[in-house]
């Protein structure tokens, strides 16, 4: 194996004075992040590109408008040639070397006393990666690592004793890919995860062997763990310390009593963050081909559950409902629907399962749909949508697609439309 003469450092130039020498873009860059470190940063060049000059402006630097002298390097902790000029970078550099100060020399790698590596910064984790000199060859693995990282690939969990704190996560709609990257980094830090039955389960499997996950899943009429001791759970785990991820599906804020959970960390002192997730009310009946909008059909839509009071939503077609939670309540719901004057033929999709190997689609009518649900057994996790926008659906019947949208909608589904090579498979029950 090859010798390096290189080792890998940190300096922490915190108050202490550097030298940057030249004025361009590339001096303009290695003094931002001088002052990034907290360093007192002295510029010497005739002339300086406006970077510089509103960094001298605003007083975070200090620029001397002339050519480089031998003095300039006295007293200073560091030096960094960005001229353009071979000749005075290698004056500066060894006027630094006779004097024992670091110093990166810009014209010459080889020459170079020091190296600037290729940095990126997630969370407090700092990432430095020199690549014999090959500056994009270092942003290029700088920047797969950085990656690996956010999407959490890579472990970023702290080891040693930290502050405790709580992370509401929307993890999508069940399927792992759907996650954010910010939750999927997050979910690779926690200590602890209290985890929903609908969330991305299979995140958990790649979890560190000494993260606790604490069950808290509920389904319609049974709450094992009262939503009051998932309050408690919440706060108790994070004053021990811990990071806390709680991982639930779709969006904590829609309809997910994120917000009774965040205000109650809140209350008790608890360092909470709120990272949205795809919420399964517009995602759902996404993979099954059908937007909550559509031009021509629909410009809004409400979401709402199953057991709430449906009379206050608009009882147009062209207003889409979406109803999440809503299957065993279904028939009530059409009735209610119905008696607020929701045409009986008003279309109906709903989505078991979405985004999972075992999605499945029925799609009827208002009038039709809860039979329809009953007789095959339909069951949650669903989502159900009412209206016009259904008969985009590629699973809709051939007769849902001859409405007057048609002169609308240039780009309006061909009856025997495919589905597209990513949609989950699904097994599609329409009405008679």
Known sequence: MAIQDIYPTALRLLGRPVLVVGGGPVAARRAKGLLDAGAQVTVVAPAASAALQELADAGLLTWEPRPYRREDVDGVWFVQTATGDPAVDTEVSQDAEAQRIWCVNASDHE???AWTPAVAVVDDVHIAVNAGGDPRRAMALRNAVATALDTGDLPLRRRRAHRGSVALVGGGPGDSGLITVRGRRLLG???VVVADRLGPRELLNELAPDVRVIEVGKTPGHHPVPQA???RILVDEAQQGHRVVRLKGGDPYVLGRGGEEAEYCRQHGVEVEVVSGVTSAISVPAAAGIPVTHRGLAKGFSVVTGHEELSE????ADHTVVLLMGVGQLRDSASALGKAGLPADTPVGIVENGYLPNQRVTIGTLGSIAD???AIGVA???????GDVVRVSPFAPSHFKTADYSTTTPNRPRTNQTIPSNTPRTT???TP
């Open 428 to 430: 599609s029950v329409l």
């Open 372 to 374: 329809q649900a009953e």
């Open 189 to 191: 830090q926690a200590d």
């Open 313 to 316: 939503v608009p009882a147009r």
């Open 111 to 113: 020459a170079s006393a």
């Open 229 to 231: 001791d998932i309050n």
């Open 380 to 386: 949650n996790p669903a989502v159900i949508v009412i």
